[in-house]
């Protein structure tokens, strides 16, 4: 089933919406394969998201140690003028509380 997370401002936090479910969470770690999904054609109001197949790879609020097993290399840029992403697909992100995207490596 296709994940859809994005930021919802108005109350500063993270949102993943799928068909059946949607939750909320003040940051996310994405431990799995993503890409990105434009709504370009929308007249008003045109949106990106990161979008994930894998629940289990979705962990919210993750706690600082588990964090802390990655290196953040890269933020993912959202360009809400344009309706494009800086990097389309990739494995591994944190979304900070903050509202900062990171793309993450995992430390060997």
């Known amino acids: 089933?296709?994940?859809?997370?994005?930021?919802?401002?108005?109350?500063?936090?993270?949102?993943?919406?799928?068909?059946?479910?949607?939750?909320?969470?003040?940051?996310?770690?994405?431990?799995?394969k993503w890409n990105t999904e434009l709504k370009s054609e929308r007249r008003l109001n045109p949106r990106g998201f990161v979008i994930t197949n894998h629940t289990q790879d979705i962990i919210p609020n993750p706690p600082i140690e588990l964090v802390n097993q990655f290196t953040k290399t890269s933020k993912l840029i959202y360009d809400k003028n344009s309706v494009d992403f800086n990097i389309k697909f990739g494995e591994y992100l944190f979304f900070a509380n903050d509202g900062t995207c990171y793309l993450l490596k995992k430390e060997s």
């Open 1 to 32: 089933m296709k994940y859809k997370i994005y930021r919802c401002n108005c109350r500063k936090l993270w949102s993943v919406q799928s068909r059946k479910e949607k939750f909320t969470a003040e940051s996310i770690l994405l431990n799995g």
